[in-house]
Each structure stands twice: as C-alpha cells, then as structure tokens.
C-alpha cells in the first residue's frame, strides 16, 4: 500500500512513534513554530488521496501549491490589520489614542508524493475554510476489486 510522507510534521502520532516513522522529526519542531500550523487529514480512497487543510479565515489567493519532482509543498500567509477606534468622549481636552497592530503568519508543509500518484491531475478547491486537494492515482495503481479465480483442471 502506498501512502503520503510527512515531511515537515507537528507531533507525530503515537502510532508512528510505536513503529518507529517520524521520531527524529518531533525533535526539530519548536511547539513555537506549531502555533500557525493548520492541521491537515491525509485520506486515501480508492481512486487516490485527498488532503484536508483547515484553515478558517484564510483566502484562496493566501494559500500556493508547488509540485516539485514528486513533493508537494502547501503554503500560506496572511496578513491581518487591526486598529483601536478613538472611544473617548471628552470634547475639547479629549485624549486621541490611536494604535494600529499588524499581524502577519504564514505556513508550509511538504509532502512526499508516492509514484503511484497521476501527478498531472491534481486538483485543489478551498471552501469554507477548509482546503482540499484531490491527488488521484494512475490507472494502474488503482486497487482493483476481488474477484474469484476459476481453477482449472
């Protein structure tokens, strides 16, 4: 069975530490750098993958995919204004207090890509905050039904 590689991971499962896949990597994640991070489902079906990205309040010119050889790379930033409005109500000695704050973050993952994948037709749609990335498999690579085996005699 083929299944999409983490690259650059959050906390590994408590699976993948059992089996002994991705531990070094929990050791180069900073719980700092986890905090713009949005979480990501990896599905496999029949015809292929899909990756899940939540990321409410973002837009989908915030977000870009790069397929480079066989990773690839989810990526997004933001930026974000916020201003405190002048409440004071002391006509001529009023005070003015005025404060404008920026906020930028940005975030990028990197999945391997296993070669069974049609790298050709990947699709992606962002609704709702939630970002989806449909990687289908090549026709040969698909899992192929059941089926009984007449025995000859």
Sequence with gaps: ????????????????????????????????????VPAVNVVEHQDGFRI????PGLKKEDFKLNLNHNNLTISGSQETHKEEPDTSNQG?????????????S?????????????ADNIRASYTDGLLKIEI???????????????IGG
Excluded: C, H
């Design 1 to 36: 069975m083929n299944t999409l590689v983490r690259s650059n991971n959050s906390y590994p499962s408590l699976i993948e530490n059992f089996f002994g896949r991705d531990v070094n990597d929990f050791f180069n994640t900073s719980s700092s750098s986890l905090s713009n």
């Design 52 to 55: 899940e990205v939540a990321a």
């Design 92 to 104: 001529a000695n009023r005070e003015r207090y005025t404060r404008r704050e920026f906020s930028y």
């Design 106 to 118: 940005s975030f990028q993952r990197t999945f391997t890509l296993p070669t069974s994948v049609d």
């Design 136 to 150: 289908p498999k090549r026709e040969e690579a698909k899992i192929k039904p059941s089926r009984q085996i007449e």
